[in-house]
């Protein structure tokens, strides 16, 4: 089965500086996707970036990108110039394009010192 | 639109109570998903459909049962609630070429 492991149950990151978080996942699939989502306290759970296991260019959206290590089967994200508003869980998550579900990590809380 | 929608957003129940769990979504989605999320735990699968009158079980299905009549509605059952299904229930749906999935706001039910 597979799984997701995030080692980082919480994080802190002064404003305007880059933190990243640690994603890794076991499965024996070669054809996958990969997510991070963000929830705030509102409880949202926000899209924040993905990225298919096929392409080997590395996804980024604004300040947020990722360095995917397919073989060593890690999915960090990397969130530049921190800003208070980015406080917030980050759950990173893995599915299948014939699976039906997505596999969640446990989250990393990520705390922003202004 | 309004996307993915949850009914209600808070929830006190007494052990053994019934009530169900609306989601509705409005981008056409033939995939429905509904997950609890447990402190530590991430969120795990609940039940989920791969379009309407279709259903099957997730990871935790024990004590619950979900429909699907309605291609934009799927329904969350408790027949009898316990003290461990306190918790935040989300639903959430998908493009079925899409994996990305779109989440509802949560509903945060106390079983007493």
């Known amino acids: 089965a597979q799984t997701v492991t995030q080692s980082q149950p919480e994080m802190s990151v002064q404003e305007a500086e880059t933190v990243t978080l640690s994603c890794t996942y076991d499965?024996?699939?070669?054809?996958?996707?990969l997510f991070w989502y963000k929830q705030p306290p509102s409880r949202q759970m926000i899209l924040v970036i993905r990225?298919?296991?096929?392409?080997?260019q590395n996804a980024t959206e604004n300040r947020f990108s990722v360095n995917f290590q397919k073989a060593a089967k890690s999915f960090s994200l990397k969130i530049s110039d921190s800003q208070l508003g980015d406080a917030a869980m980050y759950f990173c998550?893995?599915?299948?394009?014939?699976?039906?579900?997505?596999?969640f990590g446990a989250g990393t809380i990520l705390r922003v010192k202004s | 639109n309004a996307g993915v929608t949850q009914t209600p957003k808070f929830r006190v129940l007494k052990t053994g109570q019934s009530m169900t769990l609306l989601c509705a979504q409005d981008?056409?989605?033939?995939?429905m998903y509904w997950y609890r999320q447990d402190p530590g735990m991430g969120l795990r699968l609940i039940h989920y459909?791969?379009?309407?009158?279709?259903?099957a079980k997730g990871e935790v299905p024990d004590g619950y049962n979900v429909s699907r009549l309605k291609k934009q509605n799927f329904l969350l059952g408790l027949e009898s609630a316990a003290p461990s299904q306190t918790s935040v229930y989300f639903c959430?749906?998908?493009?079925?070429?899409?994996?990305?999935?779109?989440f509802g706001p949560g509903t945060r039910l106390t079983v007493l």
């Open positions: 959430a749906s998908r493009w079925d070429t899409r994996y990305e999935q779109f």
């Open positions: 499965t024996s699939e070669s054809d996958y996707y």
């Open positions: 990225q298919e296991a096929y392409k080997q």
């Open positions: 998550a893995y599915g299948t394009s014939y699976g039906n579900k997505l596999v």
């Open positions: 981008m056409n989605h033939e995939y």
């Open positions: 459909s791969v379009g309407e009158g279709t259903t």
